[in-house]
Every structure is written in structure tokens, then in C-alpha cells.
């Protein structure tokens, strides 16, 4: 069941060198093969919780887990749960660095940097990350879709947004260098 998520989760783990330096006070992630980005600040305002039905799909297939989200101007938690509600991992991330707990046992975790990259992809505002980016690389929003594109305009990350109670929220996160697609449906929000 979890092999797909896993799976999709794992695509982000791939090697390489980076095309810049990242601020090694902070979390790293991978944009595409070889181009590693330091994360942005962990705090957001406002501050927002919510509950997210994940599907991954990769390679044909598809596997959803069940998330809780919560940012504020200081840190941000997120926690993955099975189908029936067990907690498996716990990742904080705060001005201390990510701190991360498995519960269970899950072969092929990625990173827990590479999964709050994708949260705060979706979540941050454009201009706090375009500070982050490397040269050349862009992010901007159009309409109800924001593209991360590469030196060379190409798109790295597309995602789709819908319009909820006068917040944008977002619904999927294609990663094309990658290969995956997140498909999220939010439970709640606040």
C-alpha cells in the first residue's frame, strides 16, 4: 500500500551536484536532478492548519496518506497518518533546523527537507522563495496555477490552485523533473 507514495516520495531523493551553494544554516532540498535550493524561513502569517488527503501518483499508479498541516509565524508540523488514522512520521521545521520522528516502520523515506519543499512551494508567497532560487530560476503565479521554471524558462513545477472560502488553496503539484504528481484534497482548514 505504501510502496507508490513511497515511491513518488523517493523520485525527490536523487543525487547530484548542486548549481549553487546553499545556506548550510538552513534545510536543503532538490528542484531537479543536480540543483539543490535552500529552503525559505519556516514562518508564515497568517497562520493556518490544515487537514490534507494526499494522492501520489507515479508511474501509473497511485497511493494517498492521510497529513495535518500546521504553519505559523515561527515553524511548521506536519504529520502523515495511515489510512486508519495511525500516526507514521512527524516532521517540525523551525529556526532550529527540521526535526523529523518516525513511528513506524517505512522503508525509503526521502528527507523530510524534500516534502516540506512541496508544502511551501504551494504555501509560501512568491516572493520569499524567488529570494531563494538560483539564478535564472523563476516563480510565478497566473491566475490560479504558479510555475517554477529553470534558467532555460522550462517548467520544473506546476501548481494548481482552487479558490475556497477567500483562500487559495492548493490542489495538485505536478514535479515534471521528477516524474510525480500530488494530488491533495483539503479535509478542513482553518
Given at each position: 500500500m505504501w510502496r507508490v507514495v513511497l515511491l513518488?516520495?523517493?523520485?525527490?531523493?536523487?543525487?547530484?551536484?548542486?548549481?549553487?551553494a546553499p545556506d548550510s544554516a538552513r534545510p536543503t532540498a532538490?528542484?531537479?536532478?543536480?540543483?539543490?535550493?535552500?529552503?525559505?524561513?519556516?514562518?508564515?502569517?497568517?497562520?493556518?492548519?490544515?487537514?490534507?488527503?494526499?494522492t501520489g501518483e507515479v508511474g501509473g499508479k497511485s497511493e494517498s496518506l492521510l497529513v495535518l498541516l500546521s504553519a505559523n509565524g515561527?515553524?511548521?508540523?506536519?504529520?502523515?497518518?495511515?489510512?486508519?488514522?495511525?500516526?507514521?512520521?512527524?516532521?517540525?521545521y523551525d529556526a532550529q533546523g527540521i526535526h523529523s520522528q518516525q513511528l513506524m516502520p517505512l522503508p525509503q523515506l526521502p528527507p523530510a527537507s524534500q516534502v516540506l519543499a512541496d508544502v511551501m512551494l504551494s504555501q509560501w508567497p512568491v516572493a520569499v522563495w524567488q529570494r531563494e532560487l538560483p539564478s535564472g530560476w523563476t516563480l510565478k503565479d497566473a491566475?490560479?496555477?504558479?510555475?517554477l521554471r529553470d534558467a532555460q524558462g522550462d517548467i520544473v513545477t506546476e501548481i494548481d490552485y482552487l479558490q475556497r472560502g477567500g483562500q487559495r488553496e492548493p490542489v495538485s503539484i505536478r514535479q515534471r523533473a521528477f516524474g510525480y504528481l500530488i494530488r491533495i484534497q483539503h479535509l478542513d482548514a482553518s
Open positions: 513518488f516520495l523517493s523520485a525527490l531523493m536523487l543525487s547530484g551536484c548542486a548549481s549553487q532538490w528542484l531537479r536532478p543536480g540543483v539543490r535550493v535552500t529552503l525559505p524561513p519556516p514562518g508564515i502569517t497568517p497562520a493556518f492548519q490544515q487537514q490534507q488527503l494526499l515561527e515553524k511548521i508540523e506536519l504529520a502523515g497518518l495511515s489510512s486508519v488514522g495511525i500516526r507514521l512520521f512527524r516532521v517540525t491566475g490560479m496555477t504558479r510555475l
